[in-house]
Nanobody, 120 residues
């Protein structure tokens, strides 16, 4: 089992910045991927950004050029720097860690979520 604890959400004005952090309870060296999703009530959870083992990074189109995901292996932490925030970025942001066992089966672990509100 892995526990994920997010921090860094809050209220910010349009054009502002926030930095989200997600700390895992154990080493993330063997993870398959670690990243961020977001969810708005009544809508499907959507990918924001993910780091895959080996270093590949994927961003949703909505965040390209504005969001930057990074990983600190020493601290078992992943960060999401969000700049030029827009009201449509308002959502609960959830940290995800995915592992893969020897048979190729994937397991997902989720944090409790942190609210990001972009409003003037």
């Amino acid at each position: 089992q892995v526990q994920l604890v997010e921090s860094g959400g809050g209220l910010v004005q349009p054009g502002g910045s926030l930095r989200l952090s997600c700390a895992a309870s154990r080493s993330t060296i063997s993870m398959y991927s670690m990243g961020w999703y977001r969810q708005v009530p009544g809508k499907q959870r959507e990918l924001v950004a993910v780091i895959i083992s080996g270093g590949a990074i994927n961003y949703a189109d909505s965040g390209k050029g504005r969001f930057t995901i990074s990983r600190d292996n020493a601290k078992n932490t992943v960060h999401l720097q969000m700049d030029s925030l827009k009201p449509e970025d308002t959502a609960v942001y959830l940290c995800n860690l995915r592992t893969r066992d020897y048979s190729g089966r994937y397991y997902d672990y989720w944090g409790q979520g942190t609210q990001v509100t972009v409003s003037s």
